[in-house]
């Protein structure tokens, strides 16, 4: 599975970001995982084929995942976005046997 991410940039704070990620083929459970500087990889958002969402506890009640099974196509709408925010988003994808990721996209929140 081939996962294509696109959508990242500078922001200011209380700004708004959207990520697409699109995959080869359909898989299970698509989501977005985010790497600042010095840290390890953290989940920020997933769902599954049949809706079932799963946050990180600080981006809750911001971000929004969503996907289209039609085009195998996952979005992360990420609003009220804070200087912690700022990292590399890698698009995840995992059929319940294995992850399969996409390319980073910067994500930046600074005035």
């Known amino acids: 599975v081939q996962l294509q991410a696109s959508g990242g940039g500078l922001v200011q704070p209380g700004g708004s970001l959207r990520l697409s990620c699109a995959a080869s083929?359909?898989?299970?459970?698509m989501g977005w995982y985010r790497q600042a500087p010095g840290k390890q990889r953290q989940l920020v958002a997933a769902?599954?084929?049949?809706?079932?969402?799963n946050y990180a506890d600080s981006v809750k009640g911001r971000f929004t995942v969503s996907r289209d099974n039609a085009k195998n196509t996952v979005y992360l709408q990420m609003n009220s976005l804070k200087p912690e925010d700022t990292a590399v988003y890698y698009c995840?994808?995992?059929?319940?046997?294995?992850?399969?990721w996409g390319q980073g996209t910067q994500v930046t929140v600074s005035s």
């Open positions: 769902i599954t084929s049949v809706g079932h969402t």
């Open positions: 995840n994808g995992n059929n319940r046997v294995r992850d399969y």
């Open positions: 083929r359909s898989i299970f459970s």
